[in-house]
């Protein structure tokens, strides 16, 4: 036997709202190319196209790299304050 689906989605978009695409598997609706890929990559990824594959990883890869640089720019800063303070002590007690 089947499992019923007990909530159907629905979803309302105010009248104000122009610009927005629609999932074309599931109807749901989204404000940005870039959630719409996103959406379609990890929600239908079985019955989705190839280019709609690459779209998604290609944006997954970007999303990586821009993590990547935060926490190198992070590190850096940290290394630098430590630096700093570092310099600092060093000359008040010279
Ligand atoms: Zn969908």
């Given at each position: 036997m089947l499992a019923e689906t007990v909530t159907q989605p629905e979803?309302?978009?105010p009248e104000s709202?122009?610009?927005?695409?629609?999932?074309?598997?599931?109807e749901r609706p989204f404000r940005t190319d870039e959630l719409l890929i996103h959406h379609v990559g990890s929600n239908h990824r079985d019955s989705c196209t190839?280019?709609?594959l690459e779209a998604y990883e290609a944006v997954e890869s970007d999303e990586e790299f821009?993590?990547?640089?935060?926490?190198?720019?992070?590190?850096?800063?940290v290394f630098?304050?430590?630096?700093?303070f570092s310099f600092m002590?060093?000359?008040?007690w010279a």
């Open positions: 979803y309302e978009v709202e122009t610009s927005f695409e629609r999932c074309p598997y599931c190839d280019e709609e821009e993590l990547f640089t935060f926490h190198v720019k992070a590190a850096v800063t630098m304050v430590y630096f700093m002590y060093a000359l008040v």
